[in-house]
């Protein structure tokens, strides 16, 4: 292989592993995006089940005063 060839074939090498390294670093951004969304939806499930179990709280103690009233 002639030094011209081999400098051509070593710009391509060089070539596809940059491509590979924009590809990587794309697919990081997805991913990164993703697990913001995932992030702010379990903050929004637990905001929703501190309020789901203060709301089932209140009820157990109203039973609980009725129970006791009508003892």
């Known amino acids: 292989m002639s030094l011209k060839e081999s400098m ?7 070539n596809l592993a940059f491509a590979e390294e924009e ?3 794309h697919r990081i951004k997805v991913l990164e995006d993703e697990l913001k969304l995932l992030y702010k939806k379990r903050e929004e499930f637990s ?24 003892k």
């Open 8 to 14: 051509r074939v070593h710009e391509e090498l060089l």
């Open 47 to 70: 905001l929703s089940n501190k309020d789901e179990i203060s709301l089932l709280l209140a009820k157990r103690r109203s039973l609980a005063r009725l129970e006791a009233r009508t």
């Open 23 to 25: 590809a990587v670093i």
